[in-house]
């Protein structure tokens, strides 16, 4: 049934809520408090879900992940003082992620007779926030509120997608706009739903590129999160199947053009990088993750077509042609350019289709994948990564919908974007991104299973990852969603008691070793930690599992059944390696 809003009180908290509705949004994560618990029950009171959750820094996560999944931006709710600290964990992630976020916060009350003075948590939040988002802005009276958040969201999500932050007071909140006149003028500021632009590259621009790439002996697309983002899995799947482009996806990216494509590349990574000689980068930042876009990971003689909602100034500067727009319009418009004046039966990259890239690039993905499968064929007693996550990749490509899969944990994380494949749909994959931040996993869990309700969520959480935010397993239960968690279980960071092996280490290196410290090392957990009673605790259902056949049994019936699950998996303490498989960033053997 409509909600009718005329007959909702005008103080604050419903001049938010309103706000809020008419913008689209349908979801709202946050932790209640003073003074905004009243604005949680408005919110509700005008049709948006109030996902609570127990800290403000997952209710961030998922806010965040919530803005990635669904193009609107994601709605954070926190209280003053320390609970802005918390959220500025989302916030400033949202921001490295370039998701559009939205934290509200109430603030303490701006009166002369307690600010500067010690109030109740009180906090210069605007100063606080000052470097985690692209705009922040405070409402300074009730009247003010719609315009503020309407400013709000524009910022979030026009040009490179980000973070932004709305601060009302506490008096504020509580205040009421009596005029009916002044309410109706107010709520004016809100439009209706957000419409974020979908800006067209400069024809000349687009028309540089098409003659790069019609003339790359060795071209390749790249497709980041930003694609994702932009829901431009149409026209960029149109895009590599017409012209025959081998592609390469970042993490997130994956899925936008589905895995089990014959032009998927991702599993001769290093000879795709190494040997491109035109790359048509779409949403993603030439950051570590792409090695800067430098030699020696990228050839020097390297040519970037950038595509890109906003590209940055130095992704810029190391491009040969620079495509500012939306990735879906901007790969329709290529396409275009491509088959301008070309007969139907002509390659639209000639280069390419001569110089037999694409092969060369076929015959390196059998090769590893051969390789691969051995690997994964044997099943290991203690069970290590491979085993596990064969179990778990085979339980996923069984499930008619798919599934959408978190992962994090050094470890737990490289392992799982290699082996849990293939991704075939968009914005199925969600991870510690460009920060590696870990402990994001419950809350991108939380967010993934209320905006898309008729998936699977299966979050491979590593031990260390998991504890971040481990108490949102409540919040999993409370709200009954089918997110299935599997810890693995090596009892510490990177894996478990290894102060023997670093003994020898040290040993061998001829340095001074003092013995067995008592107390734990640091990346150190207690061993085989009950971590499913957790989810037991709340209503849930835990199993502990040992072997691969015990996985896959919990495994099925966690999925099929949609029950809150935590399946506690029991790895071999010595099967990870440090730092995961980013091997630049382990410190040398035998080093401090
Ligand atoms: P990844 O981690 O997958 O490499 P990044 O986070 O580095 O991706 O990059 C995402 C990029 O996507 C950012 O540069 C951002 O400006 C861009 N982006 C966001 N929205 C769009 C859009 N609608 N069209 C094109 N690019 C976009
Ligand atoms: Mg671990």
């Not at 879900?49 to 998922?62: K, V």
């Not at 936008?256 to 032009?263: A, F, N, T």
């Not at 003994?503 to 001829?510: D, H, I, S, T, V």
């Not at 605790?537 to 935590?566: I, M, N, W, Y």
Request: charged fraction near 15%; glycine fraction near 12%.
């Amino acid at each position: 049934p409509a909600i009718d809003f005329s007959k909702q009180p005008n103080d604050g908290y419903f001049l938010v809520a309103r706000a809020l509705a008419k913008l689209g949004v349908r979801h709202m994560f946050g932790v209640i408090g003073i003074p905004v618990t009243q604005l949680a029950s408005a919110a509700q009171a005008c049709g948006i879900r109030f996902i609570s959750c127990r800290n403000e820094q997952a209710a961030g996560y998922a806010a965040a992940a919530a803005g990635f999944l669904t193009g609107v931006p994601g709605v954070l709710l926190t209280v003053s003082g320390p609970g802005v600290v918390h959220g500025i964990a989302g916030l400033s992630n949202a921001q490295v992620n370039c998701w559009p976020l939205v934290m509200i916060s109430g603030s303490c009350e701006q009166n002369e007779n307690e600010v500067g003075k010690g109030a109740f948590q009180e906090c210069d939040q605007l100063a606080a926030v000052g470097g985690h988002v692209k705009w922040a802005g405070q409402a300074a009276t009730a009247a003010d509120i719609p315009g503020t958040i309407a400013q709000a969201f524009q910022a979030a999500a026009s040009g490179r997608p980000g973070a932004a932050y709305v601060d009302i007071p506490s008096n504020i909140l509580m205040a009421s706009v009596d005029d009916l006149a002044a309410v109706q003028q107010a709520e004016a500021a809100v439009a209706g739903p957000l419409s974020v632009p979908r800006p067209a590259p400069p024809a000349a621009g687009v028309a540089a590129a098409a003659q790069l790439l019609r003339g790359a002996q060795r071209p390749l697309l790249v497709v980041g999160k930003g694609a994702g983002y932009a829901q431009a899995e149409g026209p960029l799947r149109q895009l590599a199947e017409a012209a025959g482009l081998p592609f390469l996806a970042t993490a997130m990216g994956r899925g936008v053009v589905p895995d089990d494509s014959p032009l998927c590349a991702n599993a001769a990574r290093s000879m795709a990088l190494g040997q491109a000689d035109v790359a048509l980068v779409v949403g993603a930042r030439l950051n570590w993750q792409l090695h800067f876009g430098e030699a020696p990971r990228w050839s020097s003689g390297i040519k970037f077509i950038l595509l890109d909602v906003e590209p940055s100034e130095q992704d810029a500067a190391k491009s040969a042609v620079v495509l500012r727009g939306d990735a879906g319009t901007g790969a329709t418009a290529l396409l275009a350019a491509l088959r301008q004046g070309q007969a139907a039966d002509t390659p639209l990259l000639p280069g390419a289709a001569a110089s037999g890239w694409r092969a060369g690039l076929q015959a390196k993905v059998a090769g590893a994948r051969d390789k691969l499968a051995a690997k994964m064929a044997r099943t290991a007693f203690p069970l290590d990564y491979h085993t596990t996550l064969r179990v778990v990749r085979d339980e996923l490509n069984r499930l008619p919908k798919p599934a959408v899969v978190v992962s994090e944990g050094a470890n737990t994380m490289d392992n799982a974007r290699v082996l849990l494949e293939p991704v075939v749909a968009p914005r199925s994959r969600l991870d510690a991104g460009t920060w590696g931040t870990m402990g994001v996993g419950p809350g991108y869990a939380i967010a993934a299973a209320v905006v898309a309700p008729d998936r699977n969520v299966v979050a491979v959480e590593g031990d260390s990852a998991f504890g971040f935010s481990g108490m949102e397993c409540e919040t999993i239960c409370r709200y009954n969603l089918p997110v299935c968690v599997v810890v693995m279980n090596n009892g510490g960071i990177y894996g478990g008691d290894r102060r023997e092996q670093r003994l020898r280490e040290l040993a061998a290196a001829g340095l001074a070793a003092a013995g067995v410290p008592t107390d734990p090392a640091p990346t150190d957990f207690v061993p085989q930690s009950k971590y499913h009673l957790l989810m037991e605790a709340f209503g849930g259902k835990g199993v502990a599992v040992a072997t691969a056949d015990e996985l896959q049994a919990a495994l099925r019936q966690a999925l099929e059944s949609r029950c809150p699950t935590l399946i506690n998996v029991a790895i071999d303490p010595q099967a990870g390696v440090e730092s995961g498989n980013v091997h630049a960033f382990n410190a040398p053997k035998g080093g401090s």
